[in-house]
């Protein structure tokens, strides 16, 4: 049966690339398996090895030390829906239309038409299972098991859609889902407390029974995403309060999979991969993490926004200790993923790059990005080359007076930057608007992000990409 038209590259083709790179056999002998841990408005500075204050991750540092610690690694958006999608399908979020953050009332999700991680490990016979938050979709033609995998247990949009809101009163009751049906029609904070030692349990008990098949687990914890909860056998461990014992709980749970990886002898069959989909929503205040030195937080396309913690491990393929700061992204995941396990590529056009060579420590390997784009929904609103970031005119939120405190939110207000350069190696935190010293990085950078434009479209310049690709939607949206 030949491949569905529009999924899948000519086959041929992607194995003279892989001839080519040198790592057919590594594909066809290993077939390694994936882990991704993907940690909800977990900021910069929320790891140890990253300058955490007030909690430790041992874990964490240590998977670091057996692996490689990524600087300059971002999300396509600062926001959950966006940046899960571009996650898993390689592409910028405003290229397959998942923007934001879908929530129950939603009738749309990730389109039946996307090739997901999920699909391409499927394709070549691995097991698949996803414990977490979803947030592509919660209608039934956009879960988990409708692309690519074999098991799902978790929530289908963000832990804060519900009836305890402290702002917003008319969400329903939040489910619980397991595979395709509810498990629990109305979560509450009991519940909740246990998400991450549920997520963990059966990422282990997953590892542990394919032990002879290859298997891609992807693990979206519910934290350190407001309302905060955590188990009573961390509550109250840090001395960063309730947000510091989430984030040590996270750090137990990567301690765990780490550790079934290693009791099971595949740790070093396994690329692991840990990082957060966006920075900390600053305006909860002692409930949100810490971008550090970075400009802005969540909702924005400043660094504090985009840029997050990665950690990257697979013994003996990974070099132990190293730091890589050359620009990489989660839209690269999928395509350097595939050239490892030998899959093809999706016959669409997709963002991300192989960043294998950065993985590995290639000498002197450079980004494969001669420019990285920041949406935010349609509209673009910065670029980076280089070092060279450009901001476009645009409007954006930042936190007012004093920030909220204890599940409460503070206020934000509504800023505008102009046109702004700022060389990100010298000025790390976008204080100093070099655009006037620089205007032929102006000029080029303006070029690059006119192509963009034309390919990927921008809402500030009413125009829509001719790469554009619709989310799916609900045939019928009054169907629940």
């Not at 569905?4 to 590259?9: A, D, H, I, T, V």
Request: contains cysteine; negative net charge; proline residues 8%.
């Amino acid at each position: 049966m030949s491949p569905k038209p529009g999924r899948l590259f000519r086959p041929v083709m992607f194995l003279l690339l892989l001839l080519v790179s040198g790592r057919i056999g590594l594909a066809e002998e290993t077939r390694p398996n994936i882990v991704i841990l993907f940690a909800d408005d977990q900021g910069y500075a929320d790891v140890g090895c990253f300058g955490a204050m007030g909690f430790q991750t041992p874990q964490l540092d240590k998977m670091a030390s057996e692996g490689m610690k990524l600087t300059n690694f971002y999300v396509s958006q600062a926001v959950c829906g966006a940046s899960r999608a571009s996650l898993l399908t390689g592409c910028y979020a405003n290229r397959i239309g998942m923007l934001g953050a879908p929530g129950p009332t939603s009738t749309h999700g990730i389109n039946k038409n996307e090739v997901l991680i999920s699909e391409l490990c499927k394709s070549r016979g691995y097991a698949t299972a996803m414990y977490g938050k979803w947030h592509l979709g919660h209608h039934q033609p956009f879960l988990p098991l409708q692309h690519g995998f074999d098991e799902y247990f978790g929530l289908p949009y963000s832990n804060d859609m519900w009836p305890f809101h402290p702002e917003i009163k008319k969400f329903p009751p939040l489910p619980l889902l397991g595979g395709n049906e509810v498990v629990n029609a109305n979560v509450t904070s009991n519940e909740q407390i246990q998400l991450t030692t549920w997520y963990t349990e059966r990422a282990v008990n997953f590892i542990q029974s394919h032990r002879e098949q290859p298997f891609f687990l992807y693990v979206a914890y519910a934290m350190p995403h407001v309302p905060l909860h955590v188990s009573e056998k961390f509550s109250g461990k840090s001395e960063r309060g309730l947000y510091g014992d989430v984030i040590m709980e996270i750090d137990w749970s990567v301690g765990e999979i780490l550790k079934t990886l290693d009791e099971t002898d595949a740790s070093r069959k396994t690329l692991v991969v840990y990082t957060s989909d966006n920075g900390p929503w600053l305006s909860y205040g002692n409930h949100a993490g810490s971008a550090g030195p970075l400009r802005e937080g969540k909702g924005t396309s400043w660094e504090g926004g985009v840029r997050e913690p990665c950690i990257v491990r697979w013994p003996g393929r990974v070099p132990a200790g190293a730091v890589c700061e050359e620009v990489a992204a989660t839209i690269d995941l999928l395509p350097t993923i595939a050239g490892l396990i030998g899959a093809p590529l999706p016959e669409h056009p997709i963002d991300g790059k192989d960043i294998w060579p950065l993985l590995s420590d290639v000498a002197d390997a450079k980004s494969p990005h001669e420019y990285y784009l920041f949406y935010y929904d349609e509209r673009l609103e910065a670029i980076r080359s280089g070092d060279w970031k450009l901001h476009f005119p645009h409007n954006y939120r930042s936190l007012t007076g004093e920030p909220g405190s204890d599940g409460r939110p503070g206020g934000y207000s509504q800023q505008h930057t102009d046109l702004a350069l700022y060389n990100l190696k010298d000025d790390i935190g976008e204080q100093r608007n070099v655009a006037a010293d620089y205007p032929e990085i102006v000029e080029r950078l303006q070029s690059h992000a006119d192509a963009a434009r034309e390919e990927l479209g921008d809402s500030a310049f009413k125009k829509t990409g001719r790469g554009y690709r619709p989310p799916g939607q609900l045939e019928k949206p009054n169907v629940k």
